[in-house]
């Protein structure tokens, strides 16, 4: 019998065991050789995961796969904070996908899980693989101020754990209601994450594309993507479309979804000097993934949470923001989000906010200013209170 220490199996705890997170992240990871722990506060999900041994993750479309994730548990990070600690305090690799409204209430379990880690261990690496420009740097912030609670400094968090910033893109449905853990993916994905925080200790995982500079990667994906993709769900919940799929099927809403993207990407050959011919390739290739008609995805889906999504930095108000500073046309930007004003899904809360909001006794320019953050003195003001203004009509004040 040898003497020597069995290997060491490496440990990544995932926050947010839902559609990305087992769909995506999860599987690249568990294919990386990392044993897997979910965390999640939904309890039906982690008892799912803990009474089943493997899921599979299905890619349906051209040139999908199927793909079998096993080897994990699942805590309940609601009710089990001590075990969740524990687990962090031993893990190489923490990550989210949980939605970036949410990255402030699992940051503190991660501070004491980073608090508790043995004298000498190697740093811990985390990751928020959240739709939100630097989605880790707002990560980071909450876990630092947890930290200090912990009686951890911010070199003590340096010596334990390195930050950094990532770009996650696969579309993953909402899956079937009484389809057990198997999740349905498009076969297509990218998972970019900045290099340099890691030096030449970098977590060793297959698929990842590692970049120098995020900035341009996260704004291209989240300002054609997702600024793409919540156009095509806006336009197409206005014109009746209850998938995707057939809302690109639509050709006025497809006019309407290439119109915006023609403004993003004048926006982004403006500002990180994309070649013109690069990025009409990538907004061809996603919009014939927005087609990909055995992919499920619904409106209701993709345009959930639209107070987030027309917030100040996010997929409408960023772009179209700057395009106005630099002189250019916004208004294909402007009249999506025009649409976003009108969604109204009774089991999305921030719709059911946005149309409440609508319908109380502020003025246009109040509610522009809540919805959007933009200020009077920017050039877009004014237009943004039109829209506003137009979205109310008819709706008692
Ligand atoms: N679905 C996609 O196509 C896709 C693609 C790229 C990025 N994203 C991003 O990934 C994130 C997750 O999206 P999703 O589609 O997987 O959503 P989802 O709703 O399927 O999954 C989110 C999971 O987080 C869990 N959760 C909520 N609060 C939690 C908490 N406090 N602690 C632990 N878990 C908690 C929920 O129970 C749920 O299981 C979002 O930021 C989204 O923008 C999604
Ligand atoms: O997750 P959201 O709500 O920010 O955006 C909805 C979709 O656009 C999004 O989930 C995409 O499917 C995904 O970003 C593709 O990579």
Not at 294 to 310: M, S
Request: negative net charge; contains cysteine.
């Amino acid at each position: 019998m040898s003497d020597a220490p069995a290997e060491h199996q490496k440990t990544a705890v995932h926050f947010g065991a839902g559609n990305i997170g087992r769909g995506f992240v999860g599987l690249l990871l568990h294919n990386a050789g990392y044993r897997l722990v979910f965390a999640d506060v939904a309890a039906p999900l982690i008892d799912a995961l803990n009474d089943t041994p493997s899921y599979t993750v299905h890619e349906v479309g051209e040139g999908g796969a199927d793909h079998a994730v096993d080897g994990y548990t699942a805590v309940n990070s609601a009710t089990d904070e001590a075990g969740l600690v524990d687990r962090i305090a031993a893990a190489d690799v923490v990550t989210t996908a949980v939605g970036p409204n949410i990255l402030k209430f699992v940051a503190p379990a991660i501070a004491r899980g980073i608090a508790a880690r043995p004298a000498g261990a190697a740093p811990l690496a985390v990751m928020a693989c959240e739709n939100a420009i630097n989605a880790t740097d707002i990560l980071e912030k909450e876990i630092r101020s947890a930290a200090a609670g912990e009686g951890l400094d911010d070199g003590a968090v340096d010596a334990r754990a390195v930050f950094a910033n990532t770009a996650v893109d696969r579309i993953v449905p909402t899956q079937e209601a009484g389809g057990g853990l198997d999740v349905r993916v498009e076969p297509y994905f990218e998972w970019a994450i900045e290099k340099a925080p890691f030096g030449d200790a970098a977590p060793d995982i297959p698929g990842v594309t590692w970049v120098d500079s995020l900035g341009p990667y996260i704004e291209r994906k989240l300002f054609t993507v997702n600024t793409g993709h919540a156009s095509a769900a806006y336009f197409g919940r206005r014109a009746g479309a209850e998938k995707i799929s057939d809302a690109l099927a639509d050709l006025d809403v497809r006019a309407k979804v290439e119109a915006v993207l023609a403004e993003t990407k004048a926006l982004l050959v403006a500002k990180y000097g994309f070649a013109p011919e690069q990025q009409q390739a990538y907004v061809t290739k996603i919009l014939g993934r927005f087609a990909n008609a055995e992919l499920p995805d619904t409106v209701e889906r993709v345009g959930r949470a639209p107070l987030r999504k027309l917030s100040r930095h996010e997929r409408f108000v960023g772009p179209a923001a700057e395009l106005a500073e630099r002189g250019m046309a916004a208004d294909a930007l402007l009249a999506a989000m025009g649409a976003a004003l009108a969604f109204d899904a009774h089991d999305d809360e921030e719709a059911v906010r946005l149309q409440a909001l609508l319908a109380s006794g502020s003025s246009d320019a109040e509610l522009a200013e809540e919805i959007t953050g933009l200020d009077a003195g920017h050039p877009l003001h004014d237009r943004v209170v039109a829209l506003v203004a137009d979205a109310r009509v008819g709706r008692p004040a």
